[in-house]
Antibody, heavy 117, light 110 residues
Framework: QVLLVQSGSELKKPGASVKVSCKASGYTFTTYAMNWVRQAPGQGLEWMGWINTNTGNPTYAQGFTDRFVFSLDTSVGTAYLQISSLKAEDTALYYC??????????WGQGTLVTVSS | QSALTQPASVSGSPGQSITISCTGTSSDIGGYNYVSWYQQHPGKAPKLMIYEVSYRPSGVSNRFSGSKSGNTASLSISGLQAEDEADYYCTSHTSSNFYVFGPGTKVTVL
């Protein structure tokens, strides 16, 4: 079965960087795009963008073009989200979500990133 | 601020039917049949309930149905059950080749 397993919670200071991983299993990794979605505490879902797992080409939504980087390691079937120069407002749950017929049918369990001094 | 609008809350009694609307523009909902709906229980990851306006993934109850008219998409839940109490989000492909979420609707089963 399709599984997306994300790395554990992170506590970071403002200005630091964080890298969240999303390990996929149960399918051919390079066949389906991987998306990233953010959910701030008590707030709704926000689409951050996606990465073409075949070419490695990322697409970033507005508001996520500056300090956010999507990357891959296809040899281990893993997608990554790196956030640099962390701010308090980056505190959120970050989800990876696999493409399913122009929607997101498979989700990771979420990674909580907390930015606090 | 979301480009899509949803009611903040909808409620119904067990067994009743409810409908959640999601209104956009001709640049998103009205222009594409790539509207999907997600259910999210507290502390859980979202779950895909409807894709491409009206298709249900396997395993999703047929009490859930989706439709679209013009710039407004709708998610209907029939035979409301306690387990349906959750937040529901719509999303649509946009003319910028992006995706946008609605702000979410809290469904309460009375």
């Amino acid at each position: 079965q399709v599984l997306l397993v994300q790395s554990g919670s992170e506590l970071k200071k403002p200005g630091a960087s964080v890298k969240v991983s999303c390990k996929a299993s149960g399918y051919t990794f390079t066949t389906y795009a991987m998306n990233w979605v953010r959910q701030a505490p008590g707030q709704g879902l926000e689409w951050m963008g996606w990465i073409n797992t075949n070419t490695g080409n990322p697409t970033y939504a507005q508001g996520f073009t500056d300090r956010f980087v999507f990357s891959l390691d296809t040899s281990v079937g893993t997608a990554y989200l790196q956030i640099s120069s962390l701010k308090a407002e980056d505190t959120a749950l970050y989800y990876c979500a696999r493409e399913y017929s122009s929607a997101w049918g498979y989700w990771g369990q979420g990674t909580l990133v907390t930015v606090s001094s | 601020q979301s480009a899509l609008t949803q009611p903040a809350s909808v409620s119904g009694s067990p067994g009743q039917s409810i409908t959640i609307s999601c209104t956009g523009t001709s640049s998103d909902i009205g222009g594409y049949n790539y509207v999907s709906w997600y259910q999210q229980h507290p502390g859980k990851a979202p779950k895909l309930m409807i894709y491409e306006v009206s298709y249900r993934p396997s395993g999703v109850s047929n009490r859930f149905s989706g439709s679209k008219s013009g710039n407004t998409a709708s998610l209907s839940i029939s035979g409301l059950q306690a387990e349906d109490e959750a937040d529901y989000y719509c999303t649509s492909h946009t003319s910028s080749n992006f995706y946008v979420f609605g702000p979410g609707t809290k469904v309460t089963v009375l």
